[in-house]
């Protein structure tokens, strides 16, 4: 199972052609996500990226890099693609922001970017609040056609005319439907004229902390489990808006009761990842 798309930029040529052929025969392109319907959850949206000729379920943390498409700050790749029959023909595919933008510091994605990130689709522009777990409601990015299928490129950027930036930076997002199909939160780790050791150190952070399966009750990162952990997720409990969600034990991007609830679940289960 794969939670995360590699900057390794052989992945992106491993088809000889522009674009790969799904299991139906249908060509979708490499450099897209692949969107389809939980096959175990009927209500849920399922994301998947190309691997070595396949497309590989879930891929919940995947890369943008700004300026692939020649203009400086912005990206509409990845894009957004599914199967023929993947939606019944008329349903809306939207994107939702889950939070302010994140800037990278070489070791994690605490701080809050100065600038934030922008979305740009059909005559909608939606911009990344600058509260931590603020939801801001994005665009539709597109409807299914006639054989129930969506392909469509959003633009993504930052607005700092004549300016070229330099960074990581994480952006927290979710897909749904118009009959009511979501996705996990899903997670773009954007980036522009950044090294590559630093990508793929973003990327393993963004898998690890925000959607590897477990976490454990070492909430303070002393390296043991005890009262003082706690305290620590008590004190992030009520600190809904703090930098560091450390009380986000089920890694949903809020502090809230189910993390109390996991909390005593993982004391008695501890993690083993």
Same mark, same amino acid.
């Given at each position: 199972?794969?939670?995360?798309?590699?900057?390794?930029?052989?992945?992106?040529?491993?088809?000889?052609?522009?674009?790969?052929?799904?299991?139906?025969?249908?060509?979708?392109?490499?450099?897209?996500?692949?969107?389809?319907?939980?096959?175990?959850?009927?209500?849920?949206?399922?994301?998947?990226?190309?691997?070595?000729?396949?497309?590989?379920?879930?891929?919940?943390?995947?890369?943008?890099? %700004? +300026?692939?498409?020649? @203009?400086?700050?912005?990206? /509409?790749?990845? $894009? *957004?693609?599914? #199967?023929?029959?993947?939606?019944?023909?008329?349903?809306?595919?939207?994107?939702?922001? %889950? +939070?302010?933008?994140? @800037?990278?510091?070489?070791? /994690?994605?605490? $701080? *809050?970017?100065? #600038?934030?990130?922008?979305?740009?689709?059909?005559?909608?522009?939606?911009?990344?609040?600058?509260?931590?777990?603020?939801?801001?409601?994005?665009?539709?990015?597109?409807?299914?056609?006639?054989?129930?299928?969506?392909?469509?490129?959003?633009?993504?950027?930052?607005?700092?005319?004549?300016?070229?930036?330099?960074?990581?930076?994480?952006?927290?997002?979710?897909?749904?439907?118009?009959?009511?199909?979501?996705?996990?939160?899903?997670?773009?780790?954007?980036?522009?004229?950044?090294?590559?050791?630093?990508?793929?150190?973003?990327?393993?952070?963004?898998?690890?902390?925000?959607?590897?399966?477990?976490?454990?009750?070492?909430?303070?990162?002393?390296?043991?489990?005890?009262?003082?952990?706690?305290?620590?997720?008590?004190?992030?409990?009520?600190?809904?808006?703090?930098?560091?969600?450390?009380?986000?034990?089920?890694?949903?991007?809020?502090?809230?009761?189910?993390?109390?609830?996991?909390?005593?679940?993982?004391?008695?289960?501890?993690?083993?990842?």
């Amino acid at each position: 199972m794969s939670l995360t798309r590699s900057s390794n930029k052989a992945l992106l040529f491993s088809c000889i052609a522009a674009s790969c052929t799904g299991a139906s025969g249908q060509a979708l392109h490499q450099v897209d996500l692949i969107v389809r319907v939980d096959p175990a959850d009927s209500t849920k949206l399922d994301i998947g990226f190309f691997e070595n000729g396949e497309v590989v379920y879930p891929n919940l943390v995947n890369q943008a890099e %700004l +300026g692939s498409g020649g @203009v400086t700050n912005a990206t /509409d790749d990845p $894009g *957004f693609e599914s #199967l023929n029959g993947t939606y019944t023909p008329g349903t809306v595919l939207s994107i939702d922001f %889950l +939070g302010a933008t994140r @800037v990278w510091d070489g070791e /994690d994605f605490d $701080g *809050f970017s100065e #600038l934030p990130l922008n979305v740009f689709q059909g005559r909608t522009v939606a911009t990344t609040s600058m509260v931590s777990n603020e939801r801001v409601v994005g665009p539709a990015l597109g409807e299914a056609n006639a054989f129930g299928r969506i392909h469509e490129h959003a633009s993504f950027y930052f607005l700092a005319p004549g300016e070229t930036l330099q960074g990581i930076w994480l952006l927290p997002f979710e897909l749904y439907t118009s009959d009511g199909l979501t996705s996990e939160p899903l997670f773009f780790v954007v980036h522009q004229l950044a090294d590559e050791t630093e990508i793929e150190a973003a990327l393993a952070w963004t898998t690890q902390n925000r959607v590897a399966p477990c976490r454990d009750t070492d909430v303070d990162a002393s390296g043991s489990s005890d009262y003082f952990d706690v305290v620590a997720l008590l004190d992030d409990y009520f600190r809904p808006d703090a930098a560091t969600l450390t009380a986000d034990v089920d890694r949903d991007l809020d502090n809230d009761a189910d993390d109390l609830s996991a909390f005593v679940a993982r004391l008695a289960e501890p993690c083993d990842d």
